[in-house]
């Protein structure tokens, strides 16, 4: 199959090497020509370091090689995709299947990233998703994810295209399930790099892991979503991974801001974009939307935006009204 993989970075590049390595064609898009040639001239891209670019990989700057893909994969950072789906709407072949494997909420709507894709290009999207690491998947380590499309058909195709003996893909109706889990859980990854941060141990993330799954799970069944997804790869096990590894950018970020960096130059420190910013605002946006109880993801809202000092929320956390652990857990 032709493939476009759009975006560069370390997942965009990790899943077009693993789909050469399934026998597509593929062709990696970047924005910027003098990147494109670069890694072009070296055969390596600095965003995913030490992991060689396929031989087969084509490199591209020009957006119009999504006119002859079957299937194009939006792997843009979540503010830079509808953008990116308007570029591409009038390219598309009428059967090209979109799928999306960027994590994220759009602030000004709340849509969701294949909802965006959509929306732009009248085209149905697919949501990839689970507990993976581009730096893992780039070396073959096994990684389990979920193709999750409305239509199942397009989430088998999906699921079909990527999966191989050290990347298990499993299918999945529920894609406001997933693409939650997947944006959200950046907002607790965010919070346990705080509380690691701020010297608090083990207790005080497994705490924050676990309410923040419920809070995650609250939103997620009053949007529509699926009990048990939440408790799946795209649920739990994104979550399990994205709060516990240096890999993950929320969390480093997190850590910065628990030793007293600022946020803006917290950012700027990781070096790429860290998506649980961006979420932090559409969580709590969509829990007064919904009228959801989700306490973790306003704290790490005024954190965030608000100046307020990590302790301080973690004070306010912990000296809560008493509740029963289940009575309020919607997906329990």
Not at 206 to 216: F, I, K, P, Q
Not at 306 to 321: C, F, T, V, W, Y
Request: glycine fraction near 10%; aromatic fraction near 4%.
């Amino acid at each position: 199959m032709e493939i476009t993989m759009l975006g560069s970075g370390a997942w965009g590049t990790a899943l077009a090497n693993l789909l050469c390595e399934n026998g597509h064609h593929v062709t990696l898009w970047n924005r910027s020509e003098s990147r494109a040639a670069e890694m072009r001239r070296t055969g390596f891209n600095p965003r995913l370091q030490d992991v060689p670019l396929h031989p087969c990989l084509q490199i591209s700057s020009d957006l119009s090689c999504v006119s002859r893909s079957g299937m194009v994969v939006f792997a843009v950072p979540s503010f830079a995709v509808r953008a990116t789906a308007a570029g591409v709407r009038e390219l598309l072949q009428p059967e090209a299947m979109q799928v999306s494997v960027t994590k994220g909420i759009e602030p000004e709507t709340g849509l969701r990233m294949t909802q965006i894709i959509e929306e732009e290009t009248d085209h149905v999207a697919a949501a990839l998703s689970g507990p993976s690491h581009a730096e893992e998947v780039a070396r073959g380590i096994p990684t389990g994810c979920v193709a999750a499309c409305t239509d199942m058909s397009v989430a088998e195709r999906v699921q079909d295209a990527f999966m191989n003996d050290s990347f298990r893909v499993y299918a999945n109706r529920d894609v406001v399930g997933v693409e939650l889990s997947a944006a959200l859980k950046n907002v607790i990854a965010l919070c346990a790099g705080i509380s690691d941060g701020l010297g608090l141990g083990d207790n005080t993330k497994a705490l924050l892991v676990t309410r923040g799954l419920t809070e995650l799970a609250r939103l997620g069944i009053a949007l529509g979503g699926r009990q048990e997804t939440f408790a799946g790869l795209a649920g739990v096990g994104d979550m399990i991974v994205t709060c516990t590894s240096m890999h993950s950018r929320n969390r480093r970020a997190g850590i910065l801001i628990g030793q007293g960096v600022p946020v803006p130059q917290a950012m700027d420190q990781v070096g790429a974009v860290v998506e649980g910013y961006y979420a932090a605002k559409s969580a709590y946006q969509l829990a007064k939307k919904t009228g959801a109880e989700m306490p973790i993801a306003r704290e790490a809202y005024e954190v965030l935006y608000q100046s307020k000092n990590p302790a301080e929320s973690i004070r306010d956390l912990m000296g809560r009204d008493r509740k029963h652990e289940f009575e309020d857990a919607a997906w329990i």
